[in-house]
């Protein structure tokens, strides 16, 4: 068998020095193109470190809580660290690329938690997934910038909702509160987004938010008054309560009217709108003509308050604006000048006399026995008005003037002519002489006690006593003398029917026998034609004989012979 090996015939090795790629590598490389590809595009969508100030950082966590706006994603907190005055602290945020738009000087963040605010309760989402802070961008454009201070509150308008922002000035706020509802013809239209005191601290300027399409609805004549809390009234239909909503009730509320259009439709808004306490006062003020006057009462004015009401016939034609005491030398007393104004155009169809002018129609009016007087314009507050009334039999006055004031003149109102009544009452009262009256009185009762009891009183009652027991016995005797006939009055009744019957019998008989178409009636017919023919047969025969009495012995042939 080993002599079939041949040597020579033995394979060779052959080495190839060339070098080579091994497939393995290929698993790093890919890792590494897919690591730098997700490093690229991390590094693409990675935005701006922003940061934001806040006065606490309640709710946040870094590396945990997020950026959003409009629910979506922007980005993360990194880190929260304290100011370095202590004050508050400052939260660093990792944006994305989606961010970049909105980080402009105009952009607002706030933390997004439970809360209460402007009468609604939001946030109420991060009980489950924490608290997070929201990004807007209110307004469009605005340079470009990383670090802001964030709001404590939502802001109330939390998108670019279409509308107008109106700014009111009003003397004081009342219970107008932040977020407060604006109403139009009781439609909750807007809300108060703030305030700010005005120049001088003199006035407040309110500013509200009224959103499309009512916006449309105010005009440079529309006026707005203070809606807040319950309006209650006691008037002639009753209690009149009056309530917008119950929001308004506890944040307060703002309501204004679009007035009939006066040819300012179409025209430029004002910059500030007057805000009024009532929506009475608000109708007030669309009375543009204003006549001051004013009027003296000698007697006591409590009860009346600036605002109160000044009537015409018992409407209202203005208001007081003021109430002061001064001294009288003419008088030489103390009287109270109380100032109002009237607002002619209350009045309808006044055009007619407007071209005379307040002073002359006053003064027309005064002269035909116009007088201020206060009365009463509650019982159950004591509110006192001043009343403009025409008295027919009032004594003569005259209008004057005192600068551009008209005085007009005043008699005692109707209080105080009640008093003056009462007045004079008691001091005729204290004139009676009440004492000789009492002793007159006394006696007179001591008298009548005297007769009462005297023993002549008994005698009479004793007497009328008898009387009555008389009468009684003599009622009762005739009763029962009257019960016999009283029993048989149903048999003469039944006496009296049978008569009644028969007699009724007899009659029908006698037409039956002797009526109209009865033998006797028409017998005695034939009897009187008969009766009437002899008749005027003896009337001829007198005739005959008075012209002929011969003929009674001749007969009618000898006097045909003559």
């Known amino acids: 068998m080993s002599g079939t090996l041949h040597p020579e015939a033995s394979l060779r090795a052959k080495v190839d020095l060339r070098p080579r790629l091994s497939p393995i590598w290929l698993v790093p490389v890919v890792a590494v193109l897919i690591g730098a590809w997700l490093v690229w595009d991390a590094m693409a969508k990675r935005g701006p470190l922003v940061s934001v100030t806040f006065q606490s950082a309640e709710g946040l966590l870094p590396g945990q809580s997020h950026l959003r706006h409009l629910d979506v994603d922007l980005g993360l907190i990194e880190r929260v660290t304290l100011n370095p005055d202590m004050a508050g602290v400052t939260v660093t945020i990792r944006t994305t690329r989606e961010a970049k738009p909105l980080l402009t000087e105009h952009a607002q963040f706030w933390v997004v938690r439970p809360r209460l605010f402007a009468g609604s309760i939001s946030g109420l989402g991060t009980l489950v997934s924490g608290s997070y802070i929201e990004v807007i961008r209110p307004v469009e454009g605005g340079r470009r910038q990383l670090s802001f201070t964030g709001l404590e509150d939502p802001p109330l308008l939390q998108s670019r909702v279409p509308g107008r922002t109106l700014t009111l000035q009003a003397s004081r706020i009342g219970s107008i509160t932040v977020g407060a509802p604006v109403f139009f013809r ?326 039956r026998g002797y009526g109209d178409n009865s033998r006797f009636n028409r017998d005695l017919e034939r009897l009187m034609l008969q009766l009437n023919d002899t008749t005027r047969s003896l009337r001829s025969l007198a005739d005959l004989l008075s012209r002929n009495p011969e003929a009674l012995i001749r007969g009618r042939g000898g006097q045909g012979s003559n």
């Open 186 to 511: 009781d439609m909750n239209v807007g809300q108060v987004l703030g305030w700010d005191l005005g120049k001088m601290a003199e006035s407040v300027t309110i500013h509200a938010f009224v959103r499309a399409p009512f916006d449309q609805y105010v005009q440079p004549n529309s006026r707005f008054w203070n809606a807040s809390g319950l309006s209650v009234q006691l008037a002639a239909e009753g209690v009149q309560v009056q309530l917008e909503s119950l929001k308004a009730l506890l944040l307060g509320g703002i309501a204004f009217d679009a007035p009939e259009a006066d040819g300012a439709a179409g025209a430029a808004l004002p910059a500030t709108f007057p805000l009024f306490a009532s929506e009475q006062m608000a109708k007030d003020q669309s009375y543009h003509r204003r006549v001051k006057a004013m009027a003296y009462f000698q007697g006591s004015v409590s009860g009346l308050a600036v605002g109160a009401p000044v009537t015409f016939q018992g409407l209202k034609v203005g208001q007081v604006t003021r109430i002061g005491l001064e001294y009288d030398p003419a008088s030489d007393m103390i009287r109270a000048p109380v100032q109002f104004e009237m607002q002619p155009d209350r009045i309808g169809d006044a055009k007619a006399v407007e071209k005379r002018g307040p002073l002359e129609n006053a003064r027309i009016l005064v002269g035909r026995g116009m007088r201020a007087q206060l009365q009463s314009g509650n019982l159950l507050t004591g509110q006192m008005q001043v009343a403009l009334e025409m008295i027919p039999d009032a004594a003569p006055a005259e209008l004057r003037v005192e600068g551009d004031v008209l005085v007009i003149p005043a008699v005692p109102g109707q209080i105080a002519g009640i008093m003056a009544s009462a007045t004079q009452i008691v001091a005729k009262l204290e004139k009676l002489p009440l004492d000789r009256m009492g002793e007159s009185v006394d006696s007179t009762l001591q008298g009548v006690s005297q007769i009462v009891n005297g023993p002549e009183l008994k005698q009479s009652l004793a007497a009328l006593q008898a009387t009555l027991a008389g009468s009684h016995d003599l009622m009762k005797r005739l009763d029962e003398g009257m019960a016999p006939a009283l029993r048989q009055l149903p048999a003469i009744a039944g006496n009296l029917q049978g008569s009644l019957t028969q007699a009724n019998r007899l009659l029908a008989s006698l037409d």
